[in-house]
């Protein structure tokens, strides 16, 4: 069929063909486009979807509303409290000392030159066994004073016994005789005098028999042991002179010690006298030694404020020394049906004391509290929590934050 004309002189198409072609432009421009638009994403990252928004109650009137999720990652834990059995008990820093009562300062009772030491630190005496020996010259004068003074007494009683015979006899006069009696009385008194002075010298009875016995001066002197225990210090050389203010020896009996203690005055409510007391000696951590209070001070010390206490511990075994460093550790009565929580589920919150208790649905409670005495990381609770709650005992700072979070930035 001819093409027609138009009347400007173009070409007519007919009907069909021009469908056609309108067709075929419309698809080109429909995957043109979709080209593009593939094109444009590659160059772009992808968009994320928005985030859910938040519940209007996530924390609101001191309650936190966590996810399943948010609580796993938080490593929150919480643990069911109950009234149980709650002691609380007191340590105190101690020094472990000799039983004074049975320690003695060895001294020299006269003055001498050091002969010879017979006994070391260390060493168990008996009473009265010799520690050392000194050459003492006022000792040898001692001793011939009392020879003396026994040779007076001795001629003056014979002088006597003979007045009285004479007198007997009236071979001399009374007055003779009373003054003859006289002289024996002075003389007698002379030597116990004497004899007294070697026993202040520290002389046995058997060295001054020997001395009446033999008649013969020694100018040595023995140091002995008061009683039977330890010699813990000695302070005396071979050669050197002592003088009567000397610290020969320190002998104590350890077989008991004394632990004293400093105890603060906000810890003085708990000591009793004759209470039954622990130590604990950091030379045998895992050891427990008891013992029975023995003296409490009537005064605190001005400038520590503390209360010093006294300890006495059997000591069988020599275990404890003197100058340990020990610990004095003091029970209280047990409370019987208490809530105790651990320290680290306490927390601050405007100037009081906060737990957090969980309910139903994941939702946490904030609960103010009233606290009462710590021991062993736990502390009593007097107030704000009921017996059978769930407490959270970690984790429990992650929730703070959550709920200072709300308040500073409200929800919208």
């Given at each position: 069929?001819?093409?027609?004309?138009?009347?400007?002189?173009?070409?007519?198409?007919?009907?069909?063909?021009?469908?056609?072609?309108?067709?075929?432009?419309?698809?080109?421009?429909?995957?043109?486009?979709?080209?593009?638009?593939?094109?444009?994403?590659?160059?772009?990252?992808?968009?994320?979807?928005?985030?859910?928004?938040?519940?209007?109650?996530?924390?609101?009137?001191?309650?936190?509303?966590?996810?399943?999720?948010?609580?796993?990652?938080?490593?929150?834990?919480?643990?069911?409290?109950?009234?149980?059995?709650?002691?609380?008990?007191?340590?105190?820093?101690?020094?472990?000392?000799?039983?004074?009562?049975?320690?003695?300062?060895?001294?020299?009772?006269?003055?001498?030159?050091?002969?010879?030491?017979?006994?070391?630190?260390?060493?168990?005496?008996?009473?009265?066994?010799?520690?050392?020996?000194?050459?003492?010259?006022?000792?040898?004068?001692?001793?011939?004073?009392?020879?003396?003074?026994?040779?007076?007494?001795?001629?003056?009683?014979l002088a006597y016994e003979r007045a009285a015979n004479l007198h007997e006899h009236r071979a001399i006069s009374l007055a003779e005789l009373q003054r003859r009696e006289a002289e024996m009385k002075t003389a007698q008194a002379d030597a116990r005098e004497a004899l007294h002075r070697l026993k202040l010298l520290g002389v046995?009875?058997?060295?001054?028999?020997?001395?009446?016995?033999?008649?013969?001066?020694?100018?040595?002197?023995?140091?002995?042991?008061?009683?039977?225990?330890?010699?813990?210090?000695?302070?005396?050389?071979?050669?050197?002179?002592?003088?009567?203010?000397?610290?020969?020896?320190?002998?104590?009996?350890l077989s008991d010690v004394w632990v004293v203690a400093s105890v603060p005055e906000k810890d003085v409510r708990f000591i009793h006298p004759n209470e039954t007391v622990h130590v604990v000696v950091a030379a045998y951590p895992h050891g427990l030694f008891s013992g029975r209070m023995t003296y409490i001070s009537d005064v605190?010390?001005?400038?520590?404020?503390?209360?010093?206490?006294?300890?006495?511990?059997?000591?069988?075994?020599?275990?404890?020394?003197?100058?340990?460093?020990?610990?004095?550790?003091?029970?209280?009565?047990?409370?019987?049906?208490?809530?105790?929580?651990?320290?680290?589920?306490?927390?601050?919150?405007?100037?009081?004391?906060?737990?957090?208790?969980?309910?139903?649905?994941?939702?946490?409670?904030?609960?103010?509290?009233?606290?009462?005495?710590?021991?062993?990381?736990?502390?009593?609770?007097?107030?704000?929590?009921?017996?059978?709650?769930?407490?959270?005992?970690?984790?429990?700072?992650?929730?703070?934050?959550?709920?200072?979070?709300?308040?500073?930035?409200?929800?919208?």
């Amino acid at each position: 069929m001819a093409s027609r004309m138009t009347n400007s002189g173009r070409a007519c198409l007919p009907q069909h063909r021009r469908g056609g072609v309108l067709c075929r432009l419309v698809g080109s421009c429909l995957l043109l486009a979709a080209l593009l638009t593939a094109g444009a994403g590659c160059d772009r990252d992808p968009v994320a979807p928005p985030p859910p928004d938040k519940p209007a109650d996530r924390a609101a009137n001191g309650v936190v509303h966590l996810t399943e999720a948010e609580v796993v990652r938080a490593g929150i834990e919480v643990v069911t409290v109950k009234k149980e059995p709650f002691t609380l008990h007191r340590e105190f820093p101690a020094t472990i000392h000799a039983n004074e009562n049975e320690l003695a300062e060895v001294t020299t009772l006269i003055r001498g030159r050091v002969v010879e030491v017979l006994v070391d630190v260390g060493k168990d005496v008996k009473k009265g066994e010799r520690l050392a020996l000194l050459d003492s010259a006022d000792l040898g004068m001692a001793e011939g004073l009392y020879l003396k003074t026994a040779a007076r007494q001795h001629e003056a009683q014979l002088a006597y016994e003979r007045a009285a015979n004479l007198h007997e006899h009236r071979a001399i006069s009374l007055a003779e005789l009373q003054r003859r009696e006289a002289e024996m009385k002075t003389a007698q008194a002379d030597a116990r005098e004497a004899l007294h002075r070697l026993k202040l010298l520290g002389v046995p009875d058997q060295e001054i028999q020997r001395l009446e016995r033999d008649r013969t001066i020694r100018s040595d002197v023995a140091i002995r042991a008061p009683f039977a225990g330890r010699v813990i210090l000695r302070n005396i050389t071979r050669g050197e002179v002592v003088e009567t203010s000397r610290h020969c020896f320190t002998i104590a009996d350890l077989s008991d010690v004394w632990v004293v203690a400093s105890v603060p005055e906000k810890d003085v409510r708990f000591i009793h006298p004759n209470e039954t007391v622990h130590v604990v000696v950091a030379a045998y951590p895992h050891g427990l030694f008891s013992g029975r209070m023995t003296y409490i001070s009537d005064v605190l010390d001005q400038a520590t404020r503390t209360m010093r206490i006294r300890v006495t511990v059997p000591n069988p075994e020599r275990v404890l020394k003197p100058e340990m460093f020990a610990m004095v550790r003091v029970d209280a009565s047990p409370q019987p049906d208490v809530l105790a929580v651990p320290l680290a589920a306490v927390q601050q919150e405007g100037g009081g004391k906060v737990l957090f208790v969980r309910q139903p649905g994941q939702r946490f409670e904030l609960r103010r509290v009233r606290l009462g005495e710590e021991q062993d990381g736990k502390v009593i609770v007097l107030e704000g929590l009921r017996d059978g709650e769930d407490v959270v005992v970690k984790g429990a700072f992650a929730i703070k934050s959550e709920l200072d979070i709300h308040k500073i930035e409200p929800t919208q």
